[in-house]
Each structure stands twice: as C-alpha cells, then as structure tokens.
C-alpha cells in the first residue's frame, strides 16, 4: 500500500509538472512594463481655508490626503514602424477629513495626473476634480476616483516603452497652498538629542 500512494503521489506530481511545462511552451512573450507612478510629495496633501486671512485649526475647511493609486496599461504597436500608443488607466484613492469650519458636510479638490519622461519634462497633464462627502457626523471619508478612471494616451516612438516615462499624481494646490505644506515641513517640534 505504501508503495502505490508513494507511486501515485509521484505520478500526480509529474503530471502536474508535464501541464505546467505545456504552458511555458506556448506562453508569449510578456509586455514591456508599465510607466512609474507616483504621489508627487510636495502635493500629496492640500488643506482648505475659509475665506479670509485665518490660518488657525478653527479656520479649516477640509484637509485632503492621496493615499494611493492603482491601475495598467496597455500597448498598440505598428509592427512594421515599431511606433504606437500605450494606454495607462490610472485610479486615484484619497482620503479626506471635515475641518470646524465646514458647515456643508462636503470637500472638494482639484488634482493632477502628468506625464513626464526621463528628463522630467512635463509631456501632458490633466486636472480633475473630486466631491467627497461626510455623511451624518462623520469627520473622515475615503474615496477612490474610478468612475471612470483617468485613461491617459502616450504615443510611442521605435524603441520607446513605458519605462521611458513617468506619472505624477497630486493635488492642483494654488502658490498660497503649496507655500503652506511647505512651511508644514518645516515645523521643529523641539530640540535635537
């Protein structure tokens, strides 16, 4: 008896083996990678005021936060001029949270999704806007931007693949917003040991 179970445990497992050499055999070969994605960390947060002068805890309407993003891409090559476009599908998650000075249970931002190539020269950027809502006396909210996601068109030289490119997301901030998560940075919060 043990001789048969050792005998079928060894069959199943070639037979599993020969399958799974089958598909290796006849697999393509796979896609040239995606471009790089990621939050531009200057603009990753934006925190809005009411109106006037006030910068204080009191005066905040809402703050926003991109927590993440996820997405593919997609390749059309000319065979013959080995030209094309890739298709990148990009989703954005943000999280946001009601400030004291928000009577109307909402935040609305604006933000950005650019490309740039190895250089970091800006090649295309888009700008989005975002609704998230704070039902009943909730003071933060998630909410992923999918419907529909962002599609993004890259044309493609000869020789050219994703990874020739990169893709920055963040918030549109105005010079007063990006000035203040800058001046956030550069808080102390005491002396150095």
């Known amino acids: 008896m043990i001789i048969i179970r050792t005998f079928l445990a060894g069959l199943f497992a070639g037979l599993i083996l020969v399958l799974g050499a ?3 055999f006849s697999s393509a070969v796979p896609p040239p990678p995606c471009p790089r994605p990621a939050i531009y960390a200057e603009t990753a947060n934006v925190t809005k005021f009411r109106e006037g002068p006030g910068r204080d805890l009191i005066d905040v309407v809402a703050e926003g936060k991109i927590i993440g993003f996820s997405g593919g891409c997609n390749y059309d090559f000319d065979e013959e001029t080995g030209e094309g476009v890739l298709t990148v599908e990009i989703s954005v998650d943000f999280e946001a949270h009601r400030g004291t000075a928000n009577k109307d249970r909402k935040a609305k931002f604006d933000y950005f999704i650019s490309v740039t190539d190895q250089n970091h020269n800006v090649l295309s950027k888009g700008v989005f806007d975002v609704d998230i809502e704070f039902p009943g006396n909730r003071t933060r909210a998630g909410y992923t931007d999918d419907d529909p996601p962002v599609n993004l068109e890259i044309p493609l030289q000869k020789g050219q693949i ?23 940075r550069k808080i102390s919060v005491g002396p150095s040991k």
Do not use: A, H, M, V
């Not at 990874?163 to 956030?184: A, K, P, V």
């Open 22 to 24: 089958c598909d290796t």
């Open 162 to 184: 994703g990874e020739d490119f990169n893709i920055l997301i963040g918030f549109q901030l105005s010079n007063d917003e990006l000035t203040f998560n800058r001046r956030q």
